[in-house]
C-alpha cells in the first residue's frame, strides 16, 4: 500500500466495479477502467479520475486492444479485477438450457481466463502482481449447502456453477503463477443492477473485500477465497 500502481477493473462502468475503481482511485492508485460500453465507461472514468479502456469480456479482439492500450500508456498493469459479470436469464432450473448456462460461462468464466490470458504477461513483469476475481457465495459448495446461509435457498444452474469454475480458475491459476497473488472474493449480496438493486449491502460494504485483495502485498494470501468477515469455504 501506499506505493502507485497500475491496476485493470472489468465492468467498471457500474455496481461493484465502479465503487472499486472509486476507492482504488481514492487510495492513490492508477485505475484502467475498462468498460464494453465506451459511452457509459467514459462518462464514468471521467466522474471519477480513472482513466477508461474499452473492454468486452466476450471478445479477443477487444481484449488484446485493450492490453495494448494498457502497456503502451503504462507501461504494465500490478493489479487485474475481474469483476465483470452476468447472471443470465432467470428462469427456473427446468427451463434452463445449455445456451442459457452458455451464455453465462461466456462471461463469467471465458471472460476471466481470456482476460488473464492476455494480461498475465503484464503482471509477471510487476513485483506486485495481483489478481482478484470477483466470484459470489453462490460459487461455494460449502455456503449453498449451509441452511444457515441465505445462498442456500437460491436454485439456479448457471451462475453458482459460473463461479463455483470461477473459484477453481483461482487456485489453479495462483498454482500455475507463484509470483502473483491469485484470490477469490464473494462481496456479499448487495444492491446493484445485477439484482434490480433488491441486495441488501451497500456497494461500499461489498467492494470491502476487493479493495483490501486489490491491495494485499507479495508477502499475501493467494489461492485463497475471503469475504469482508475473513476466509470463505469453498
Ligand atoms: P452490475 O451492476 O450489473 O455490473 C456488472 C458489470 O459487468 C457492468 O459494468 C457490466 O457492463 C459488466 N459486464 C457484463 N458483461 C460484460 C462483458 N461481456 N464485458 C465487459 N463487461 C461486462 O453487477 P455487480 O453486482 O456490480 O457485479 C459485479 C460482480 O460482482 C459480478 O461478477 C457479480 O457476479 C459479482 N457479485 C455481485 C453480487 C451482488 O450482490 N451484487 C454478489 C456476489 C457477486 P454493462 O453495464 O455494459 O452491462
Known amino acids: 500500500m501506499g506505493r ?3 491496476m485493470l477493473i472489468t465492468g467498471a462502468n457500474k455496481g461493484l466495479g465502479r465503487e ?4 482504488l482511485i481514492a487510495a492513490g492508485h492508477d485505475v484502467w477502467m475498462a468498460a464494453r460500453d465506451p459511452r457509459r ?21 477487444s481484449v488484446a486492444a485493450a492490453r495494448r492500450t494498457v502497456e503502451e500508456t503504462s507501461g504494465g498493469l500490478d493489479v487485474l479485477v475481474n469483476n465483470a459479470g452476468i447472471t443470465g436469464d432467470r428462469v427456473s432450473v427446468a427451463e434452463t438450457t445449455a445456451a442459457h448456462v452458455d451464455a453465462v460461462f461466456a462471461t463469467n ?3 476471466p481466463v481470456r482476460v488473464l490470458h492476455a494480461f498475465a504477461p503484464l503482471l509477471t513483469r510487476s513485483d506486485t502482481g495481483v489478481v482478484v476475481n470477483v466470484s459470489s457465495g453462490m460459487g461455494s459448495m460449502a455456503i449453498t449447502s449451509d441452511p444457515e446461509r441465505l445462498e442456500s435457498g437460491i436454485v439456479a444452474l448457471g451462475y453458482p456453477a459460473s463461479k463455483a469454475a470461477l473459484n477453481m480458475l483461482t487456485t ?14 464473494d462481496p ?3 444492491a446493484t443492477d445485477l439484482n434490480d438493486n433488491t441486495g441488501t449491502q451497500t456497494v461500499e460494504e461489498g467492494t470491502e473485500v476487493i479493495v483490501r485483495m486489490a ?6 494470501p493467494t489461492g485463497r477465497f475471503f469475504d469482508a468477515r475473513g476466509e470463505v469455504p469453498w
Open 41 to 61: 465507461g467514459r462518462e464514468a472514468a471521467d466522474a471519477l479520475g480513472g482513466r477508461f479502456v474499452a473492454l468486452d469480456v466476450t471478445d479477443d479482439a
Open 109 to 111: 468464466v471465458l471472460g
Open 4 to 6: 502507485m500502481t497500475t
Open 172 to 185: 489453479q491459476y495462483a498454482k500455475a503463477y507463484p509470483d502473483l497473488r491469485v484470490n477469490c472474493v
Open 188 to 190: 456479499g449480496y448487495t
Open 215 to 220: 491491495q494485499v502485498g507479495p508477502d499475501g
Open 20 to 23: 472499486t475503481a472509486r476507492r
